[in-house]
C-alpha cells in the first residue's frame, strides 16, 4: 500500500509527513511518500492534499507541474482512490472558491468556499485554536470520535456544502463553519489533523486502513 502526499509547494508539509509515517506504522498502513511527481500519484493506493494559503494560488500551484492534477483526478473518479483533502486541499473540492476571485475548483462536492462572517463581532477572523466537532454523519474515518472531540484550525474561508448529507461535521463559530465533508471515496478536513493531537492522528490512522 502506498499513499501520497501531493507536494506543490502549497506549504511546509513536515508535520503532515511525520503524522501519516507514525499511523502507518501504528496500523500496519503501508508506505508513505511525499511526491510532485504525476507518475508517483498514479501508482498511489491513497492519496492526501494537503493545502496552506488562499484558495487561487494553491489552485494554480497544482497546475505548475505537468500531469498531477490530472493524475490525481484519474486517481480519484476513475480508480475510485481514496481521497483526503487537507485545510485548502479540502476547500479545493468545491465547485467554487470566492477568496479573492471566483476561481473553479475540482467540483468533487457542489458548494461554495465564502469567507467566515461571524454574526458576533468579539469572534475574529481568521478562525485560529481549537474547537469541538459536531459530528452529524458516521463514516469510517471518523470511528472512535465523537461530539464534542476537537480539532485545530486556522483559516478565514470555510466550505459552504450544497448538499448536507455531504456535510459530515461542523464547528460552532457563529455559524456553522464546515468542518469534514465527504461521498463516495473522497473526505475533506477543514482543520490539520497532524496538529490535532490524538483526535488528529486517530483519523488519519482510520484513513489509512479506510476501504470504501
Known amino acids: 500500500m502506498l499513499t501520497v502526499l501531493v507536494d506543490y509547494d ?9 503524522a501519516f509515517q507514525r499511523m502507518a506504522v501504528e496500523v500496519d498502513g503501508g508506505k508513505v511518500l511525499v511526491s510532485s511527481r504525476a507518475e508517483d500519484v498514479a501508482r498511489a493506493d491513497r492519496i ?36 483526503l483533502g487537507i485545510c485548502v ?20 462536492i457542489g458548494g461554495e ?3 467566515i462572517k461571524p454574526a ?3 469572534l475574529k477572523v481568521p478562525h485560529m485554536g481549537w474547537n469541538d466537532l459536531v ?31 455531504q456535510r459530515l461535521a461542523y464547528v460552532d463559530y457563529g455559524d456553522q ?5 465527504g461521498r463516495d471515496n473522497i473526505v475533506g478536513m477543514q482543520f490539520h489533523p497532524e496538529k490535532s493531537q490524538a483526535n488528529g492522528l486517530r483519523m488519519i490512522g482510520n484513513f489509512l486502513r479506510w476501504a470504501p
Open 177 to 181: 463553519i464546515t468542518a469534514i465533508v
Open 113 to 115: 468556499v465564502v469567507a
Open 48 to 83: 492526501v492534499l494537503p493545502g496552506d494559503g488562499a484558495f487561487p494560488a494553491c489552485r494554480a500551484a497544482l497546475g505548475h507541474y505537468s500531469g498531477l492534477f490530472e493524475a490525481i483526478e484519474d486517481g480519484v473518479t476513475r480508480r475510485a482512490v481514496p481521497f
Open 135 to 165: 459530528i452529524g454523519s458516521h463514516h469510517p474515518v471518523l470511528e472512535g470520535l465523537a461530539t464534542g472531540d476537537h480539532a485545530y484550525f486556522v483559516h478565514s474561508y470555510h466550505f459552504r456544502v450544497a448538499d448536507p448529507a
Open 10 to 18: 502549497s506549504g511546509n508539509l513536515h508535520s503532515a509527513e511525520k
Open 89 to 108: 486541499g479540502m476547500q479545493m473540492m468545491a465547485t467554487w472558491g470566492r477568496e479573492y476571485t471566483d476561481t473553479k475548483g475540482f467540483d468533487w
Open 120 to 122: 458576533n463581532p468579539a
